[in-house]
Nanobody
Framework: VQLQASGGGLVRPGGSLRLSCAAS????????VGWFRRVPGKEREAVTC????????YVVDAVKGRFIISRDNAKNTLYLQMNSLKPEDTAVYYC????????????????????WGQGTLVTVSS
């Protein structure tokens, strides 16, 4: 599956953005999917994921209550709604999908995920 992420930009603290990840060449419903981010100089980290088997969602504590992951099967698109953004949310955000794992937010699988979007930069600054 090929993934195309979009929606990043510059936003003030407290603002909102919605990232999109359009998929082609595969059906996202058949994959574990998620959003990850990388701050310069730091490791890529999992932000939020949807498990393949039961659709359960994982959300990292740092964004819990502010970020919402969702999937539109009709559009074959993954979304990340980001609210109450903070400067520390500044990062390049990546969407990812993999059919071989039940969930891709596990640290052990991060280096083995096969399908990544190209990344979209989110900058939170006044």
């Amino acid at each position: 599956v090929q993934l195309q992420a979009s929606g990043g930009g510059l936003v003030r603290p407290g603002g909102s953005l919605r990232l999109s990840c359009a998929a082609s060449g595969g059906t996202l419903d058949d994959y574990a999917v998620g959003w990850f981010r990388r701050v310069p100089g730091k490791e890529r980290e999992a932000v939020t994921c949807i498990a393949k088997s039961d659709g359960s969602k994982y959300v990292v504590d740092a964004v819990k209550g502010r970020f919402i992951i969702s999937r539109d099967n009709a559009k074959n698109t993954l979304y990340l709604q980001m609210n109450s953004l903070k400067p520390e949310d500044t990062a390049v955000y990546y969407c990812a999908a993999d059919s071989q794992f039940a969930d891709i937010c596990w640290d052990a699988v991060l280096d083995h995920i096969t399908n990544w979007g190209q990344g979209t930069l989110v900058t939170v600054s006044s």
